[in-house]
């Protein structure tokens, strides 16, 4: 006979001889099968398979072979996997898959701004199979590249002309599906043009980062992205593997929180401080926080007490067959936890309001269609300042820059503190882009000038700006925009070298 390929359909009838690569591992599994030769064969195989894998640790697990007939041999897991997902094949040669569409929430002013791409399937007797248990099973069968490409393509065909009021469509991708970016992608950015989807609307999200271990390689294929004017979100930030290093290597525009990390965090405060620095240090990065699994009020509440941009949950609204007007976000009172750094209504240390307050003026703003500007300011040498002369002497600085601010913005716009070192300005009716660089250039050089008038060290703020409708048209996207263009200064100056 001859061997098997890897990821070819198991019969579910022949079975499976087992064999470990550890000696403890292998008396284990003797004391589990009772039988000298480690043997699974006839129509229950796959079951006692599962019910041997179940009974040992995961560490065990992973050291278990499992040879099929004609020789061919993987681990247990991914043949138990295929043994129990015998329908993959014909899901995906037969056309069975489609999308479920799940809204996504801007959290300060409760309209829906994106839809994630949620991939379904359909098998014997009208069974839906979800995306988790696709995805599990083109892993174990080898065909992940095949799931990945049909389902970019379906998320645009399905929601082709759907997108009426400018929302975003998030598409996930596996990042070790797209070996060659230029020629693995060349059929989404076809099919993009075909259905009439921008791709400036279209965010393509990491799923399972870590399984990618060559982080150059991945930054090449968020560039390739990026140079066809895609946006990028990170997928489960904060689980065992996807951890805060990859916000400040890979510079996603939005960053989706691990939902184990998020649910419940009304009943836990020490979660709920760990969930709201990070939130914060995204911030710092220019980078959008969404929050998934919103599934009650004290959810969606404590999303919002955090300064969370995004949520996405049942509550909020379950997914969909097809992409259809939601219903604004419920509305919850929030009571801020702490006005400090990461509050709602404003900063104790300078007296500005804070960004959730920020926010709002904006989309106000907005709403009556007019242009905004905003800007972002980072005191670039704040944290040497610290460093040097103390945290006392840092306060000082903050609160000399915040009444800069305000001197020199006056009844022309607003000025917040964002958290940290940033700084938030709007601008209303700013007649041009040009007009908004020089006015950040002048509210720079007046945050050193008053520094030094009062004795204290130059804090050298760089400044990035966003413009509506060119860079956005509400709060959040005018916000990241503009802390993008700041990073980006921080390697090619804005204001000074």
């Known amino acids: 006979m001859v061997p098997a390929t890897e990821g070819e ?248 929180l691990e939902r184990r990390l998020t649910t419940g965090l009304e009943h836990e405060s020490a979660r709920r401080d760990l969930v709201g620095a990070m939130i914060a240090y995204a911030h710092e990065l220019g980078i959008a926080v969404g929050i998934v699994g919103i599934e009650t009020e004290g959810d969606l509440r404590c999303a919002r007490e955090l300064a969370a941009d995004m949520g996405q949950g049942f509550y909020l609204g379950p997914p969909a067959p097809r992409i259809q007007a939601a219903d604004p976000a419920p509305v919850v009172t929030v009571e801020p936890r702490d006005p400090g750094v990461l509050g709602l209504s404003g900063d104790e240390l300078t007296g500005l309001p804070a960004r959730r307050a920020f926010q709002g003026h904006v989309e106000g703003l907005l709403a009556t269609g007019r242009s905004v500007s905003v800007l972002m300011l980072e005191l670039r040498a704040f944290k040497r300042i610290t460093d040097l002369l103390g945290q006392d002497v840092g306060d000082r600085v903050l609160m000399t820059v915040a009444d800069a601010l305000r001197r020199e913005v006056g009844e022309a716009g607003m000025v917040a503190r964002l958290t940290g070192d940033q700084f938030l300005v709007a601008l209303d009716d700013v007649r041009s882009g040009d007009e908004t660089g020089a006015f950040g250039r002048r509210l720079a050089e007046r945050v050193d000038a008053a520094a030094l008038e009062s004795e204290l060290p130059a804090p050298h703020p760089s400044v990035g700006v966003a413009n509506s409708p060119a860079d956005g048209n509400d709060s959040g996207t005018l916000i990241r925009h503009a802390g993008a263009t700041l990073h980006r200064a921080d390697e090619r100056p804005l204001i000074r070298p």
């Open 9 to 256: 359909p198991v019969n579910p009838s022949h079975g499976v001889t087992l064999r470990a690569t550890q000696p403890h591992v292998s008396r284990r599994l003797a004391a589990l099968l009772g039988d000298a030769e480690p043997v699974l064969a006839g129509p229950t195989w796959v079951d006692e398979l599962y019910e041997t894998l179940a009974a040992m640790t995961p560490s065990e697990r992973s050291v278990v072979r499992a040879q099929e007939p004609g020789g061919h041999e993987d681990s247990a897991d991914n043949v138990l996997q295929r043994g129990r997902s015998p329908w993959l094949p014909a899901l995906l040669d037969d056309g069975d898959l489609f999308m479920a569409y799940q809204p996504i929430v801007d959290l300060s002013s409760g309209r829906t701004v994106a839809y994630e791409a949620l991939v379904r399937g359909s098998i014997a007797d009208d069974e839906t199979v979800a995306g988790y248990q696709i995805v599990a099973a083109a892993r174990a069968h080898d065909r992940i590249r095949q799931l990945d490409e049909t389902g970019r393509r379906l998320a645009l065909e399905q929601a082709a002309g759907a997108l009426e009021g400018g929302e975003r469509l998030f598409v996930n991708f596996d990042p070790m599906s797209v070996y060659d970016p230029e020629v693995c992608l060349r059929n989404t950015w076809a099919t993009a043009r075909k259905v009439g989807i921008g791709i400036e609307q279209v965010c393509f999200e990491i799923v399972d980062a870590d399984r990618c271990p060559d982080v150059d390689f991945l930054s090449r294929v968020i560039e390739s992205f990026r140079a066809e004017g895609a946006t990028i979100a990170l997928q489960n930030l904060g689980s065992e593997r996807t951890g805060v290093n990859y916000l400040r290597e890979l510079r996603p525009d939005v960053v989706k």
